[in-house]
């Protein structure tokens, strides 16, 4: 949606507070969704609910704004975890392609990484909605309230709960730019090299790895358990590819991760979890479906 009309003037109110807060209305339907394709019909039924507003009773546009993206998400997300019970394998969130910038904002790229994003999957939705809302976004709790439609008293609760659960599974210590760049540069060394002893030194022991192929691509069926199951299949996977495989660094979900194209088609987008200088935790997503906003970058913002 354009910010301004085709003949010059200014957009009317309405759009014009539409696209001023587009951006960080998309970050809030794709942190509580896990898919930028579903975020961004949320942000369509948004708009048209938003466009019958009269904006005389509207006091904060952009709380009101929040609001329904948050109750659309809402709707959406119950609708996509009965979905999910029957999706082919593990199920990964949409990676983003992000840019570098991102990465300097600590707070954002935290919320958008692969790593947190599968954490905020262990919420029920109203508690992922709380969380979301409370944690990341720092909305008071009568505004959440009215989003979620629970009482203010009821919303500290779930607050207080989903904070416990997700504090319980977040990576463990921060991570630097730099640290993750490093990481990352020296996984695609190992992975390229068939380095296996490389690989172990990278990887916890009780690293786990995933892939969604959503059933359109091969893609393991169950997580893989384990410094040495995992460096061996990776290093087995290279190299049955063979010369027609060329892995790239990028800038997903606000984290350095790996592409990996074949014949120059992206094939696979592989992100990783640190926790304390140990990689503990590795997504690969294949299926097709899910990597159509690899090939631009998309803006997100608090």
Known sequence: MSSESDDGRRPDPATEAFVAH???????????????????????????????????????HRAYLVRITTRQALGRLRTLSR???????????????????????????DSISMAMMMVLETL??????VFVLREVFDLGYEEIAGAVDKTPVAVRQIAHRAR???????????????????????FQRAVETGDLQGLLDLLAPDVVALSDGGGIKQAMPRPTVGAEPVARLLTAGVALWGPVVTTEPAQVNGHPALVLRIDGEIDLVVAMRLDEGLITGIYSVRNPEKLTYMTRETTVSL
């Open 83 to 109: 979905r999910r019970e029957s999706y082919v394998g593990p199920w990964l969130p949409e990676p983003l392609l992000t840019s570098p910038d991102v990465a300097e904002q600590v707070e954002l790229a």
């Open 22 to 60: 587009r951006n960080l209305l998309f970050t809030v339907a794709y942190e509580m969704l896990g898919s930028a394709v579903d975020a961004e019909d949320v942000l369509q039924e948004t708009w048209l609910r938003w466009a019958g507003v009269d904006l005389a009773t509207v006091r904060d």
């Open 124 to 129: 029920a939705p109203t508690e992922r909605a």
């Open 164 to 186: 416990a659960h997700v504090a319980a599974r977040r990576p463990r210590g921060t991570v630097s730019p730099e640290q993750a760049r490093t990481a990352i540069a020296a």
